[in-house]
Every structure is written in structure tokens, then in C-alpha cells.
């Protein structure tokens, strides 16, 4: 479902922040103009959703945040790196640039660096079967989601 508009709000909000990485691992305090940052991405985030909806990595994390207590955005990002792993190499490149990161690998990395989860692998599975079961979603996802490519994304 992207088009022009919403690459704008995703591209922007990627790249705002990347430069924001600095406050999110603790490398730098966050001040007044890095707030502001962060809540622009924050808006921008918001306006992709309400634009295009979510997938796969947010459709599995609510069994996650619902039955082992993860917060919601760990629970998203646990998921994200290894979901980008299939998308479309121009896309998947894009998204890598806006970000900062060299590959999939680093930026799963990165992610578990900042909110490291461990839930039981039957979780994990429940998770990944009621999406396959969710058609609605899986319309969403902008490739093949089968039952192979599912284990490797809930493979966290």
C-alpha cells in the first residue's frame, strides 16, 4: 500500500530517527531538541499507521505484550529486523540507509541491544499461527508470508 505520500512520512521518520540514535542507546543525554525529534518520529510513525496500517511484526507482538507482559515496542522491534529480511532488496536497502545500518543482522542487533526479550518458544508459535490465520493481515504484508519465512521472523 505505499505510495508517494506515505514513503514521505516513513523516510522522514526513519531518518529523524537514526539521528536520535544517540539518545535512545544512552550514548548522549536527551535535551530539549532531541525530544522534540523524538516526538516528531513518534507523529510521523503514527501517520504511516493510520495511512497504511501495520503487519506481520506488529500483528505478532500482541500475544507477546498481552500474555508475557513485553512492553508493545519491544515486543514490534523483536521482530522487525528479521521481517525486513524479505522485503524487497530496493526496499529493504532504503530502509536500512534511512536507518543507519549496514544489514539486517546489525540493526536486529541493535534493537535487542536496547530491549532484549525471552518468551517461551509455544508463545512464539501462537503467535505466529493466529497471523497465519489472519488473512486480513497477511493481504498487508507486501510479499509471500509462508510458513517458512514465519519461523524465521518469531525465531527471536
Not at 3 to 23: H, I, N, Q, R
Not at 60 to 67: A, D, F, H, I, N
Request: proline share 4%; net charge negative.
Amino acid at each position: 500500500m505505499a505510495d508517494t505520500y506515505s514513503d514521505m512520512s516513513v523516510f522522514t521518520g526513519l531518518k529523524e530517527w537514526a539521528e536520535c540514535k544517540p539518545y535512545i542507546d544512552g550514548r548522549a543525554d536527551i535535551d530539549k531538541a532531541a525530544a522534540q525529534k523524538l516526538m516528531n518520529v513518534s507523529t510521523l510513525a503514527g501517520i504511516s499507521i493510520a495511512q497504511n496500517g501495520t503487519t506481520i511484526p506488529h500483528a505478532l507482538s500482541y500475544m507477546l505484550t498481552y500474555e508475557a507482559g513485553i512492553p508493545h515496542g519491544a515486543a514490534v522491534g523483536a521482530f522487525q529486523s528479521k521481517y525486513l529480511r524479505y522485503a524487497e532488496k530496493y526496499r529493504r536497502e532504503a530502509v536500512l540507509e534511512a536507518l543507519e545500518f549496514r544489514s539486517t543482522e546489525e540493526l536486529g542487533e541493535y534493537i535487542s541491544s536496547l530491549a532484549p526479550i525471552s518468551v517461551p518458544r509455544d508463545l512464539l508459535e501462537r503467535s505466529a499461527q493466529s497471523v497465519m490465520n489472519n488473512t486480513a493481515k497477511l493481504m498487508l504484508c507486501p510479499y509471500a508470508m509462508d510458513d517458512e519465512i514465519m519461523q524465521d521472523i518469531i525465531n527471536i
